[in-house]
């Protein structure tokens, strides 16, 4: 069947109902008006008219047809606008992009929107939903937020929603398919069971899948179970409540990005309209594409903890690469939103967010005070030197003035003693070598560079990164084990980089690494993809890579040179510090250092290390 016409699409449109599902509307004439969704206003100039087929602001010029509307709504195609009208309109239309696949994924979204009505059902409509309904009260989560977000209750029994879903002529394969049921020899049962529904939807509000939380004690069950990522979803690219945020955050020019759901629901109650989360995920290159195209402007409001707080500072420096404006909400006392507001209240969770915006600089800056040990001296010139790092990206000589001075409080010396450390490190500091992006056709050999060019202590970094594309388990051993400020400085600021978009990225999508797949992925972003060209550079001009073998006693010895190098860079900031602990302390040090980095003990008990958190 041939699509219909543009002029046929847009005849069937109900202007004034299409624009009422997001303006509220008052009939003046002929024509209708409301206050503008595209920016903040308090007397109506978005106009819509029913016989031109128009809905325009006279203010900000945004809006046009039924398809510009939608396009500068929901920052979507022409094309994309057209599918959503001709639906609305009843008729079929698809672009001439649309693959099979996409226009199967019908099915899918028809089984998960049935199982959120029968999830909804018996949350309303049952004796265990009434208790389920107490727990979610107890929570902070009102019948008003219930009904918003369209929150369900799995029943006790195992094939309840397989049984509707079976009486609704829907297929066991496209049940499993999405992760709703699940079959051993005999026969096939709920995935989810005696559990509080959440329903995730894409950011048309298609259903693609649930994470489902237990509302009574029971230790032996984990508190959360989601979803596993399907044909239409994709958890790298779902933002939670995007579907309801979108007019909020094109209004607002701003993005709410928490972690959790329940997170969410504290915001909003609040009248952060504009909240979004990755339920519990790291943010990931995918979200960030999708959040820039309704604004640039992010405020990251975690967990108030050090896992919460850590996760914002890696958060900073992928929103960095991509020309993010980030601001910093650290709520007081480890609290996070939902634990915040059910505590002091809405109204005082607002006034607390809107006046405790942190920019990224000042955020790190606190960060840097707030987990180290400024009894200690070590802990000292480690966050003396994280902070020097920060303000050496910066690369403004105010912002510098301004931090040494606070600096200089914290640590009670003078400003003087701070400067003259902070020259001392910009002295020292090494620039990290960048191999500059350039198309394969306009390649030449001059843009090659021989592998003994590159310091040795890249070849090592290099190594380390070819582990853990590898293999993942290396990776997520790096990650969990070795310290990140350590790792950091192992790695420098264009290892680090590639380090980044691989843990807290590309490893949240695919298990295994390729080539294409990862360069696809850092496409966008040229910073990562010129950095991840210097490692290949290095990583190609090794003579020996083609014979490398990749085990885990070669990966044990390579983590005990990181350790080595660590403790060298520390002897190095002691030596920095010889004022302070005198010449004699630092050959000790230094004695210390080579006994103990020399000790086959010591190596054992690395490799011993190592290998149990490798499994072995």
């Known amino acids: 069947m041939a699509n219909p016409t543009i002029e046929e699409i847009f005849e069937k449109t109900d202007i004034v109902a299409l624009v009422g599902e997001y303006v509220q509307l008052t009939k003046k004439g002929k024509n209708y008006s409301g206050l503008c969704p595209f920016h903040q206003e308090k007397t109506p100039s978005f106009t819509v008219s029913v016989e031109k087929k128009l809905a325009h602001c006279f203010s900000c010029h945004k809006g046009g047809n039924p398809a510009q509307f939608l396009m ?23 672009s001439t992009n649309t693959t099979e696949n996409t226009k199967n994924y019908a099915k899918y979204y028809e089984i998960t929107n049935l199982a959120k009505e029968f999830y909804k059902r018996n949350l309303l409509k049952t004796e265990s939903g009434q208790i389920a309904i107490e727990y979610l009260h107890k929570r902070g989560i009102d019948d008003q937020t219930i009904k918003m977000f369209d929150i369900g209750l799995a029943p006790a029994k195992m094939d309840s929603l397989y049984q509707t879903l079976k009486d609704a002529n829907f297929l066991d ?68 409540n995007l579907d309801k945020a979108q007019l909020a955050i094109t209004k607002a020019n701003r993005v709410i990005l928490h972690e959790g759901f329940m997170d969410v629901f504290a915001s909003v109650k609040a009248g952060f309209n504009e909240a979004v989360c990755s339920m519990g995920t790291a943010l990931t290159a995918d979200h960030v594409r999708i959040l820039k195209k309704f604004t640039n402007n992010i405020v990251l409001c975690y967990d108030g903890d050090k896992a919460g707080l850590t996760a914002s500072k890696r958060a900073i420096n992928l ?65 003396k030197n ?36 902070y020259r001392k490190y910009c002295n020292t500091a090494t620039t990290q070598k960048y191999v500059e992006y350039i198309p394969d056709n306009k390649k ?26 590898k293999n993942i388990k290396y990776a997520k051993y790096v990650d969990a084990k070795i310290d ?133």
């Open 444 to 469: 030449t050999n001059e843009n090659k560079l021989e592998a003994s060019n590159y310091p040795k202590s890249d070849s090592i970094k290099a190594l380390v990164l070819e582990y853990c594309f």
């Open 319 to 383: 929103l960095e690469q991509n020309g993010m404006q980030i601001h910093i909400v650290m709520l007081p006392d480890s609290l996070d939103p939902d634990e915040y507001v059910r505590k002091y209240g809405e109204l005082a969770y607002q006034k607390y967010f809107n006046e405790n915006q942190l920019d990224a600089i000042e955020f790190l800056f606190r960060y840097a005070i707030k987990f180290h040990n400024l009894n200690d001296f070590n802990e000292v010139v480690a966050m």
């Open 72 to 94: 500068d709504l929901k920052h979507i195609t022409f094309k994309e606008a057209l599918e959503i009208l001709a639906k609305k309109a009843g008729l079929e239309y698809h």
């Open 484 to 616: 990140e400020y350590d790792l950091m400085q192992f790695l420098g600021n264009d290892f680090a980089n590639v380090w980044y978009q691989l843990i807290d990225g590309y490893y949240n999508r695919y298990d295994i690494f390729t080539n294409e797949k990862f360069e696809e992925y850092i496409l966008d972003n040229k910073d990562t993809m010129n950095s991840y060209l210097y490692f290949q550079s290095i990583y190609n001009g090794n003579p020996n890579k083609d014979s490398q073998e990749f085990s885990d006693n070669d990966f044990n010895e390579l983590i005990i040179k990181i350790i080595k190098l660590n403790y060298a860079f520390k002897l190095k900031e002691c030596k920095n510090e010889n004022e302070q602990i005198g010449e004699a302390h630092i050959d000790n040090v230094q004695k210390m250092v080579d006994i103990l980095t020399r000790s086959t003990r010591f190596e054992r008990a690395c490799k011993q290390l190592i290998n149990v958190n490798l499994g072995k």
């Open 386 to 421: 994280e902070i020097f790092e920060m303000l050496l990206r910066a690369n403004s000589e105010s912002t510098a003035e301004i931090y040494l001075g606070k600096l200089a409080t914290s640590l009670n010396v003078s400003v003087e003693a701070v400067k003259a450390d």
């Open 173 to 240: 394969i496209d049940m499993k398919a999405i992760g709703l049921i699940r079959s051993n020899v005999t026969n096939s049962y709920d995935m989810f069971i005696k559990r509080v529904m959440f329903p995730i939807k894409d950011i048309n509000g298609n259903v693609v899948g649930f994470s489902g939380r237990i509302y009574y004690e029971d230790k032996a069950q984990p508190k959360y179970i989601n979803s596993p990522e399907s044909l239409i979803f994709n958890k790298s690219e779902v933002l939670y």
